[in-house]
């Protein structure tokens, strides 16, 4: 192929800070900065870029460019001019004035619990959120919509209810401040450890006031004093010792010092002097959102401003709708929500994303319009982002060949997961792993099962789709062994990111895949004393084994899972049976099993690897 010469252009670039859509084409990049989509493509050839003129540009090629004639350039991504627009429509600043003058309140502080693992958070948000709910009040369980809210002297206090800095940080990354105060955990027997560190750095980092929950008082070897001269050293000083970091002794197991812990969270709130207009259209943020089944998309939101109330119509990042419930945190159905307050919504279109701001727009018209068009530009983004990760990423099985050349690698992956906070959880983790070498680039991130369209943006991008508690539908498993699209489902994280970092490292665990075995019908359900059920089957297919991995179905839904414990043919305990025979099956752990139920026993086989 002709390599046409690339002669950089003498016109002169214009002045000043020029805004380039991210994914942009040469064709749109080449006049705004006076020279022709020629240019762009001669430039990107000579720099070992086969780019045309119609094709989305990666940041780093436009940034090239840029750099090349000398330009100012800020990549913007698709709609975030036309968002300043969008938030003009929604009267967003508007609703921020009112918050000035004479009508605000005090509001209850909003709460997250940081510290390091295993050092008691977890404990403590359920203790205080055991010790605090008001007996017989209605509902009584408490629900997981994201935060809850305790009263204290009369005094309400709102908890987030995901502790730790990652949730923490992923909010802050999308522009959510949601937090007033941290608590920051330590456990009195094992001192300042590294994610004591990194929590205090994010507290610090978003300007948010520290009390310091000293916990494990209650264990031999605790030794506050330690605690407190290791947190000195990094400039928490104790009241105690003359300076003003509130430290509270707590035993989040025995219950000692929570009463003490939700006093002070009181005193620091009236310090912070935190007030919120209660009038007017609610405004706050997004803290989880997921599908459920029976009742459409959920959305746990915190009303940062004004009061939510049922009928309003809500704009949730890219999701709107009218508001057709409104829950509280012990499952009581509420007319209208005010500040602080977190509360589950019912209504909205699609699942919004954690961390987004939601809004009460000033009528149906405008708040469907408004999602409608930030659901266009993230469309656009999704396609940019998607055409940029193309060019020269790579699958998880490829990623150390690369690497081993030498060579920096792109790691491309769609990451589906079952609800925004894990999914959230997920790519963080994966961040956390890129180095200078392997860099991560999402084609896309969702909530919900892996579907056939996954698969087409993992061909069109060569991703590996990565889900979490998820799985693909059959339309989607189909597709990816046709295309070879690599699936890798997961239910624990932490085995997710062992997984891609023995990628990294050429050390891929192999993959398997699941081989139906033998399936059986069942006929008929014996009642054996001491024994249990024996079901009477009749294999229909393959050879069912004693002892193999089994599932149980019932119109194709899987009703459990387990191991067969017995095969018997007449009275004979035997190891296999073929299709076509009778046998019974033992059942000692599941004995819910009926008549035309479908027993399926399977295998995971090793893929092996190209
Ligand atoms: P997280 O990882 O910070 O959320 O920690 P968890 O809340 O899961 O607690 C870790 C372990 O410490 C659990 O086994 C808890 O039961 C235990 N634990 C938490 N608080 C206390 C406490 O005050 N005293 C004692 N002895 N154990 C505690």
Sequence with gaps: ????????????????????????????????????????????????????ATQSL????????????????????????????????????????????????????????????DHGKTKLLDQIRNANVVAGEAGGITQHIGAYQVE????????????????????????????????????????????TLEALDHAKAAGVPIVVAINKIDRESADPQRVMSQLAERDLVPEAWGGDTIMVEVSALQNLGIDDLLEQLVVVADIEELTANPGGRAKGVVLESHLDVGRGPVASLLVERGTLKVGDPLVAGAAWGRVRAIIDDK????????PSTPVEVLGLSDVAVAGDDFVVAPDDKTARQVAD??????????????????????????????????EAATLNVIVKADVNGSLEAVTESLKKLERDEVKLAFARRGVGGVTKDDIQLAVATNATII????????????????????????????????????AMVGMLAPEFEEVVTG????????????????????????????????RFLREGT?????????????????????????CGIGLTDFQDLKQGDIIETYEDREIPRS
């Design 467 to 502: 889900g979490f508690n998820v799985r693909p539908d059959r339309l989607a498993r189909e597709l990816a062994a046709q295309e070879g699209v690599e699936i890798r489902t997961y239910e624990i994280i932490y085995k997710l990111i062992e997984d891609i970092e023995s």
């Design 519 to 550: 399936e059986a019908e069942v006929r008929e359900i014996f009642r054996v004393p001491r024994i249990g059920a024996i079901a009477g089957c009749y294999v229909t297919n393959g050879t069912i084994t004693r002892g193999s991995k089994v």
């Design 1 to 52: 192929m002709d390599m046409p010469e690339y002669t950089p252009a003498e016109a002169p670039v214009p002045e000043g800070e020029i805004v380039i859509e991210r994914g942009s084409t040469p064709q749109e990049i080449g006049p705004k900065l006076n020279r022709t989509a020629a240019d762009v493509v001669r430039f990107l050839m000579a720099e070992g870029e086969m780019v045309t």
């Design 152 to 195: 204290k002297d009369g005094r309400l206090i709102t908890f987030i209810d995901t502790p730790g800095h990652e949730a923490f940080s992923a909010m802050r990354a999308r522009g959510a401040d949601a937090t007033d105060i941290v608590v920051l955990v330590v456990a009195a027997d094992d001192g300042v450890m590294p994610q």
């Design 331 to 338: 499952g009581k159905q509420l007319k209208e929500a005010g």
């Design 558 to 582: 899987i009703i459990w899972k387990g191991a067969i414990n017995s095969l018997k043919r007449f009275k004979d305990d035997v190891r296999e049976v073929q299709a076509g025979y009778e």
């Design 58 to 117: 990666t940041d780093e090629m436009i940034e090239l460019f840029a750099v090349d004639v000398g330009a100012e350039v800020r990549l913007a991504d698709p709609g975030e001019e036309e968002e300043v627009e969008l938030q003009k429509r929604l009267g967003v600043e508007d609703l921020e004035d009112d918050d000035d003058d004479e009508d605000v309140i005090e509001r209850p502080p909003v709460i997250t619990v940081m510290g390091h693992v």
């Design 373 to 406: 068009q930030r659901e266009h530009y993230q469309r656009v983004a999704s396609i940019s982002g998607s055409a940029a990760v193309a060019s020269g990423g790579m699958k998880l099985e490829d990623i150390f060949s690369q690497i081993q050349a030498g």
